[in-house]
């Protein structure tokens, strides 16, 4: 079992930055791939970014506007979100899995509570 606890969410306004945190603890976090999944009102949940060994894998909507980062000594998962846009708005879900296949296709094992973003026109 790993859980994975998020935080870093707020009400910003468009342009703005803000990194989200998730702390993984559990059964060997370091084995799993950890990434960032979200839902927006209205929507269905989708794949954001994850951590892969060449760097990150991210969602088209997000490309060169996010930044997903990994500390390992601290079980640690970033999102720096950079030029929010109100359409980023959504519940972030922090995740962990074992099978990722190129170019956004994560099996998740294990979520994370979400935290909420909200952007602001």
């Known amino acids: 079992q790993v859980q994975l606890v998020e935080s870093g969410g707020g009400l910003v306004q468009a342009g703005d930055s803000l990194r989200l945190s998730c702390a993984a603890s559990?059964?060997?976090?370091?084995?799993?791939?950890l990434g960032w999944f979200r839902q927006g009102p209205g929507k269905e949940r989708e794949f954001v970014a994850a951590?892969?060994?060449?760097?990150?894998s991210y969602a088209d909507s997000v490309k060169g506007r996010f930044t997903i980062s990994r500390d390992n000594a601290k079980n640690t998962v970033y999102l720096q979100m950079n030029s929010l846009k109100p359409e980023d708005t959504a519940v972030y879900y922090c995740?962990?899995?074992?099978?990722?296949?190129?170019?956004?296709?994560?099996?998740?094992?294990?979520w994370g509570q979400g935290t909420q973003v909200t952007v602001s026109s």
């Open positions: 995740v962990a899995g074992t099978r990722f296949t190129p170019p956004q296709t994560l099996n998740v094992d294990y």
């Open positions: 951590t892969i060994l060449n760097g990150g």
């Open positions: 559990g059964r060997t976090p370091s084995h799993y791939i």
